[in-house]
Structures are given as C-alpha cells and as structure tokens.
C-alpha cells in the first residue's frame, strides 16, 4: 500500500532517543529550560504557527470529560485539557515529555488524572474508557501506525471521539523535502516515502494521503470519518529568511490550496456495538 521507506526499519529504542533530545515544539524556546517564560514562549509560538489546533481540538468543549492525548510532547496542548476543566490523561513514549507536563502542570498548579510514559501502539487503559482521544503529530512517527490508530479507538467509548493529526504525504512540505534531500542531493529514484522517513523528524517518520487515512479509519469500529488537509507553516516556509523560496512556497500553496497541505486532520466517532 505504501512506498519503501528505508532499508531497515527503526525500533521504538531509537523513536525514543531522538524525542528524549528533542521535545516537540522546545525547539523555537529561547528562554533556560523549564521557566515559566520557556514554557509561555513555547505556548504563544506554537499558537501563532498552528491556530487550526483550537478549533480542531476544541478544548473548551470537555470540561468534565475523560480525555486522553497521545504523545503529549512538551505538554502544551495538554495544559489546555487541564485548563479546560477536562480530566485529562496523556501518555508519551518519552520521558522527557512527561517531564516537560508535569512540571508545565505544576507551574500553573494544575493536575491531570494520570500523565505517564506509554506506548501508542499499546495503551495500557481499559477499552472503551474515553470520551476523546486526541493526538497531534505523534502516530505517524510509530512503527506500527494502523496498530496505534487501532489501540485509540479500542479505548474510545462507544460514542466517543477521536481527533488525531498525521502528515500527508501528497503536500507541499512532502514534495520540498524529496526535491532537496533526494533530486538535488543526486538520487531521485528514492520516493517521497524514503524522504520523509529520513530526513523528517525521527528515523522512519510516515506520511498518508486522503485516501490512505481515510481507509485507515474504514477498517475499525468508526463512523463520521472526516478526513481533511491544511496548508502549514512548513507549506508556507513561514519561518525562512529567503524571500526566493517563500515566494516559490507561496506559489504552490495558491496552486494547490489546502489540499496541499502538510497536516491531515482525522476526525472520527466511535460506534455503539
């Protein structure tokens, strides 16, 4: 179903390590580690960069709900469940992203029900226990996707919601990534699967079309799929210093409009059995 991605394929130990380095999102701090400003300047950058994720998370709506997030990162996103009022359980393969929540929590003395290391290819929660799963940029870079995207359903309440987010392989940031790395670098035989699995993120990183997620989706217990792109900051080449390659970004996000787009946004309800 989905192109060669790389030689061998890489083992969670090495999905881990690299996150363990790189909290999601720490990147763009300025700020010492773990100050209430690192922790704001995270917040209002990620924000500005990625408004889409209010009206796509809608936390506001799950005071009271038993919500779980999937790969919690630096803990941004999973502040909001928190401020919402929402009993709010995450998991990450990384400790050091568990680390980055809980002291975030802490800071605005705030809790969550339960926040540990886990694997999303097995969550360690009863079936059917969740109002709303929700994971940001995280399933794609599991070995095992389907089997992660499986585990969030299994633990979705009949009813209940899942919101996740992967990268779309048919985009603007999959095409600059396979012309850079592969056609300009001599070796454009290799395919837009091997470049991102490379040269994005950690070692085996995935992307989906439209159609690829939404088959995902059609083979577990869920029905409402929506499945939609949407142009990213990374489509726009926001934060590049050169006016020449933002104006060609430019160029192909207005040629290929959302459909283009880097994030892929799942939504999908759980069905009643």
């Known amino acids: ?36 400003s690192y922790f704001n300047e995270i917040e209002s950058i990620r924000y500005a960069l990625e408004p889409y994720i209010h009206s796509f ?14 790969g919690v990162g630096a803990g941004t996103d999973f502040l909001q469940w ?40 097995a969550i360690d929660f009863p079936s059917d226990f969740f109002d709303l799963v929700y994971s940001w940029g995280v399933i794609h870079h599991s070995p095992d996707t389907p089997k992660a995207l499986g ?3 299994r633990v979705t309440k009949p009813g209940g919601e899942i919101r996740v987010m992967i990268y779309n392989r048919h985009s603007i940031t999959a095409l600059m990534v396979w012309l850079r790395r592969c056609v ?31 088959s ?10 929506d499945v939609q792109s949407i142009l990213t900051w990374c489509d726009m080449a926001t934060n590049s210093r050169s006016r020449l390659l933002k104006a060609f970004h430019r160029m192909l996000c207005r040629i290929g409009g959302n459909r283009a787009g880097w994030f892929l946004l799942l939504k999908a309800k759980k069905k009643h059995t």
């Open 1 to 36: 179903m989905f192109s060669k991605k790389s030689d061998i394929p890489p083992g969670k130990n090495n999905i881990e390590a690299w996150w363990d380095c790189r909290t999601c999102g720490t990147q763009f701090a300025q700020s010492s580690k773990y100050t209430p």
């Open 82 to 121: 928190a401020r919402a009022g929402a009993l709010a359980y995450g998991i990450d393969l990384a400790q050091e992203s568990i680390e980055h929540a809980r002291i975030r929590l802490e800071q605005e003395k705030l809790r969550a029900v339960e926040l540990r290391k886990g694997d999303a290819e």
């Open 151 to 153: 585990e969030i359903v």
């Open 184 to 214: 300009l670098a001599g070796r454009p035989w290799h395919s837009l699967s091997y470049a991102i699995a490379n040269y994005v993120e950690s070692p085996g990183t995935k992307a989906y079309t439209r159609r690829e997620a939404i």
């Open 57 to 70: 998370a809608q936390f506001t709506r799950y005071h009271g709900k038993k919500v779980l997030e999937v």
């Open 216 to 225: 995902l989706l059609a083979s577990l217990p869920v029905d409402e799929i």
